[in-house]
């Protein structure tokens, strides 16, 4: 039997034990239904193959070798992945557009006993709906964006709101990025993931209540906004950290110890800006990296790169602005500088 998805919070309410991706696994890595567990029929060379020999010979010498590969393969995950499934199992099997590879992994497990269902459409279908929340659908909730410079504590302050009846989206943790060009925190999603994540956490808003972000250029990292949230993001009130910069060189030298305690990709990173800036500055930072004097490199960056940057950027915004002015950005002082961010949300919408 196959569902029919009409909106992406359709999903959730159908209780699977599992979320079966049956596409090879290139597919899967670009993107994939949330909580999906990847079990290919045809590995990535085998879909290949059978591709090729459905254009060059025919679609059913095509079929004949797909089924005995999918029949193979179905074989390796029953007694391997699904070998412990008790008989109520009830899985959700997809492929691209739901075809073929999930129609015949489904049948297999079906005859098993196990209820299974099929997604109509596949993954296109999903896809589709993905497409229309961030390309199509104006963001549901008011936004106000969470402003401040460089160093500001945002993204932590950002996330203890949701503690205070605050609803957030946190883009950069979205696209697994902090934002700057020193903000790469592992591997980024691939462009469709990152829509897919920002897509259900759109569909889940609140419509009565705002929605704070945090300040981004268009793309973070890798990963650019989707229109319709940017759009509002443009548009929107903000409310703005405002924090000495001695306080937030202290910070980010905190926040930060993962890229310091990495000399080499350090100063790899600090040696991007030379386009941006006189020799003798990134010699200046280079050499305070070095000694490990991460707050006064933070302090120089800010000084001469990131500060200058941000103040053009906000320039370009002429939104309404409320500022909460703090002097201390150490952990335990987050808790209070969030609920004054929180009390100024709620002025402003």
């Not at 209820?115 to 993905?130: C, P, Q």
């Not at 696209?175 to 469709?192: N, V």
Request: hydrophobic share 45%; charged share 25%; with cysteine.
């Amino acid at each position: 039997m196959a569902i029919t998805l009409t909106s992406l919070a359709d999903l959730a309410p159908h209780g699977f034990d599992d979320i079966i991706d049956v596409r090879a696994p290139l597919e899967f890595a670009e993107d994939h239904l949330p909580g999906a567990i990847s079990l290919p029929v045809l590995d990535d060379e085998e879909r290949a193959r059978v591709g090729t020999i459905y254009k060059q010979v025919s679609p059913f010498s095509a079929r004949k070798i797909g089924a005995a590969l999918v029949a193979k393969n179905a074989s390796i995950h029953l007694q391997g992945p699904l070998a412990d499934r008790p008989g109520g199992w009830r899985p959700l099997v997809y492929c691209w557009r739901g075809g073929q590879r999930s129609g015949s992994f489904a049948t297999i497990l079906s005859q098993i006993g196990w209820r299974v269902e099929t997604l109509a459409g596949g993954y296109k279908a999903w896809r589709g709906l993905v497409v229309r929340e961030v390309y199509d659908t104006p963001v549901r909730a008011p936004v106000v964006v969470l402003d401040g410079n460089t160093g500001s504590a945002k993204t932590e302050v950002l996330n203890l709101l949701p503690g205070l009846g605050v609803q957030v989206i946190d883009l950069e943790g979205l696209a697994r990025h902090r934002g700057s060009l020193f903000g790469a925190i592992g591997e980024q999603p691939s462009q469709k993931a990152f829509e897919g994540s920002l897509a259900l956490a759109l569909a889940a808003l609140d419509p009565s209540r705002p929605v704070v972000v945090e300040a981004e250029s268009s793309k973070i990292g890798n990963c650019r906004l989707p229109p319709e949230i940017w759009k509002a993001m443009v548009a929107a009130p903000r409310v703005a950290i405002a924090a000495p910069r001695v306080a937030r060189a202290e910070y980010l030298a905190r926040a930060y110890a993962d890229l310091t305690a990495d000399a080499d990709r350090l100063a790899a990173t600090v040696s991007m800006l030379k386009p941006l800036h006189p020799a003798e500055v990134i010699e200046d930072w280079l050499g305070l990296a070095a000694a490990g004097e991460f707050a006064a490199l933070a302090d120089g960056l800010m000084e001469r790169h990131y500060d200058p940057r941000y103040g053009k950027h906000r320039a370009r915004m002429a939104v309404p602005l409320a500022e909460v002015g703090v002097d201390d950005l150490r952990p335990e002082a987050l808790p209070a500088i969030a609920e004054a961010v929180a009390e100024a949300v709620r002025r402003l919408v």
